[in-house]
Antibody, heavy 120, light 110 residues
């Protein structure tokens, strides 16, 4: 059974940092690209970042470029999102979602999400 | 303001057929495939349709997707009360080098 479990969310002050993790199981993690998607309270879905299976390609939404870094450890079946210089508008539930083995991401499996709150 | 445009709401009665539209541009829907997601209240999103019109295993055939030019549609036939949820479209955008989502459509089953 495919499982994605996020952790690392919490309350952080503006300007602070958080590192989100996503533990994957039930599939060959190293073969799949992965994504982070967030959802602000009461709002819609917003794609945040993508990483290819080998980490050779990464992409970010403009609003987080230069502040967030996506990475993965295929040996540990884990995906990460390092979030620096946090802003109030980064407050959201952050989901990790499976991409694909090749071609366009499918987002076929999602974690339960981890809540990040940025507030003083 | 989302890059992909969806109606904020839709509604129907049990058994009816409803459609939800998703309008984009040549850089996203016009040149890439579309995925559709269902999000029940308090839950993570679930993939409903991928590659414009493909259903993952386990998704009922009441759900169907189509694409024409720079627009896509999700159709739900035989509407059921458990279909009451938020629905999102998404596509890769070649100009933005990233995925873009629609603003979401809240479906109410009357």
């Amino acid at each position: 059974e495919v499982q994605l479990v996020e952790s690392g969310g919490g309350l952080e002050q503006p300007g602070g940092s958080l590192r989100l993790s996503c533990a994957a199981s039930g599939f060959t993690f190293s073969s799949y690209s992965m994504n982070w998607v967030r959802q602000a309270p009461g709002k819609g879905l917003e794609w945040v970042s993508y990483i290819s299976s080998s980490s050779s390609s990464v992409y970010y939404v403009d609003s987080v470029k230069g502040r967030f870094t996506i990475s993965r450890d295929n040996a540990k079946n884990s995906l990460y999102l390092q979030m620096n210089s946090l802003r109030a508008e980064d407050t959201a539930v952050y989901y990790c979602a499976r991409g694909s083995i090749r071609g366009a991401s499918l987002f076929d499996y999602w974690g339960q999400g981890t809540l990040v709150t940025v507030s003083s | 303001q989302s890059v992909l445009t969806q109606p904020p709401s839709a509604s129907g009665t049990p058994g009816q057929r409803v459609t939800i539209s998703c309008s984009g541009s040549s850089s996203n829907i016009g040149s890439n495939t579309v995925n559709w997601f269902q999000q029940l209240p308090g839950m993570a999103p679930k993939l409903l349709i991928y590659s414009n019109n493909q259903r993952p295993s386990g998704v009922p055939d009441r759900f169907s997707g189509s694409k024409s030019g720079t627009s896509a549609s999700l159709a739900i036939s035989g509407l059921q009360s458990e279909d009451e949820a938020d629905y999102y479209c998404a596509a890769w955008d070649d100009s933005l080098n990233g995925w873009v989502f629609g603003g979401g459509t809240k479906l109410t089953v009357l």
